[in-house]
């Protein structure tokens, strides 16, 4: 059992190492965290792009529940970026987020929005938690969101600071920790 995480900004070649690093695995789930949308072609054309690149005998699981994590054998997450996307939608943490701009009337309540960040940090624990115990092989995937602008909006501010805040949990309690750029993986732990 280990716990790989393989960061990387985008386009970087994560991806495609995080696959690499599971070669040699009779038995592979892939946990796809990101839904298709049918109307979003340039999404569905990368979606497939990497469904083509997985060798034909991995199994794929499409899910953001986190207890997916707590299976055996060896298992690759792709990924944590569009899984913390997914948890925000589910929580409803992006309504509260874009309220600030919003005219008064519109705005949700101080207590919507903390039961909303509760919620958000809920599933946040439960998915580190569940990296923590697995009895599995698991390697994730995830952008490393510290290296480009400040995002414009409060609400990508919100899903940065998340998602960076989850990557360095997650790397704290990682066995190996791997940085993709430009296609070169790099070994940090």
């Known amino acids: 059992m280990s716990r790989v995480l393989v960061l990387g900004g985008s386009r970087s070649g994560k991806s495609a190492h995080a696959e690499q690093l599971l070669e040699g695995w009779d038995e592979v789930t892939y946990l796809a965290t990101s839904r298709v949308d049918d109307a979003d072609a340039e999404w569905a054309a990368r979606v497939a792009a990497h ?31 569009t899984w913390v996307a997914a948890l925000m939608d589910e929580t409803g943490i ?72 989850v990557n360095q949990r997650l790397a704290a309690t990682a066995d190996e920790v791997w940085f993709v750029v430009a296609g070169l993986p790099q070994r940090l732990r």
């Open 51 to 81: 469904r083509s690149r997985r060798p034909a005998h991995w199994r794929t699981v499409e899910t953001t529940a986190p207890s997916e994590l707590v299976r055996g054998g060896a298992v690759l997450v792709d990924s944590i970026t």
């Open 94 to 165: 992006w309504d509260v987020a874009e309220d600030a701009g919003a005219h008064a009337a519109d705005r949700s309540s101080p207590a919507e929005a903390a039961a909303a960040r509760e919620r958000l940090g809920e599933r946040c624990d439960a998915l580190v938690s569940n990296w923590v115990m697995t009895p599995a092989h698991v390697v994730a995937v995830s952008d490393e969101v510290g290296l480009g602008v400040v995002p414009e909006t409060r609400a990508g501010r919100l899903f940065r600071d998340t998602l960076g805040t």
